[in-house]
């Protein structure tokens, strides 16, 4: 890639730090290598996760076919979006006739699917809306890929936030829950997942798992009502930057980590389908997570370090019939030990790539946020070599 940014070169040098984490049986170069030459589906390939996945599995070489509505939160007036899949089709993920339709004219090997509604608040204001995209919108993939002739491994991208509410670190055998109805829409969707994996696709050899992600940050999110596209808002405009909670305790974890597990985890379901089906917990150490207001720190730190004014921060009151957990932890020893995943990525540097995506894309007139994701992307497989 011709261009590297200082951030990028600042994970670079750090890699002596984050050796150590790189210990997986299986090399991060070999598991994309398995993805080259397969037609791959990504559902939600438009949205901030989908876009990065779909543009690390095309230059792994797979083909790679995205589907889902349009509508993507936009970006501020002439920044573009990461335009990740070489395909590119409309798809309702609540209409099964059109899920079905889309599965067979595709004949994927793999699919990746994260077509969803994907904000906390949002569920508040459409919670059937929540669930019909959310739940109907995976048993309706599920029941399309019982037809499938071609399909070996599905990953569906669920949330920390389907577990119960516990203070402890939870594992994947814990109770599910929610208390609102984005969480408790991702509680249902394991069940669905676990119903159509144990009750039809298991038995025709296709592995089907999900992957319960921590609070996925990185370039190129615009979502409403989260953390860190409210924080480049903000500053970019010179508004107030409102908060929650500051003192709510979340597993951040930057986009890299969280795709590389699900692509990890796509390369053995295509190996060992059976051997790999179930859920998987993809997150920090419960150690390595911080609060709201820390994160809020790290990113004004890393602004001012580019010659940027962070927003004015102030502390607003959440209404009280719009609960959120005050401690989220997920305990990924399961990935660590049976995937060899870790995240390679430590807060610090994770910010820094972010804030280097953002920063350019606001103030670059040449910004391409493509080569700029590709770049991270390189940096990233560097670190998984431990070169």
Known sequence: MGRRSGAVAGVVTAQSRQRETVTSAVPLGDVLERYRDRTVLVTGDSGFVGSWLS????RSGARVVGMSLPGVPPAPAGVPPIAGGAESRPLDVTDLGQVEEAVSSVDPEVVFHLAAQPLVMSSYEDPVGTFRTNVMGAANLLQALRSSSTVRACVVVTSDKCYAEDRRPRVEGDPLGGNDPYSASKAATEH?????????????????????????FGGGDWAPSRLIPDFVRASGGGDRLELRHPEARRPWQHVLDATSACLRLGSGLIDDPLGWTGPWNVGPRPESSVTVGNMVEALEGAWRKRGGRPAEVEVGEAPASRYE??????????????????????????????VDWYWGALHLPTFDPEAVALDQIECYEGLGRGT
Do not use: C
């Not at 543009?55 to 095309?58: A, D, K, P, Q």
């Open 192 to 216: 669905v997942v676990h119903a159509y994996a144990r009750s039809f696709l298991g038995e025709r050899g296709v592995g089907v798992s999900t992957v319960r992600t921590g609070n996925i």
């Open 55 to 58: 543009l690390w599995l095309r």
């Open 325 to 354: 957990s005050p401690v989220l932890f997920i305990d990924a020893g399961r990935a660590h030990k049976h995937l060899g995943w870790r995240p390679l990525l430590d807060l610090p540097s994770a910010v820094d790539l972010t």
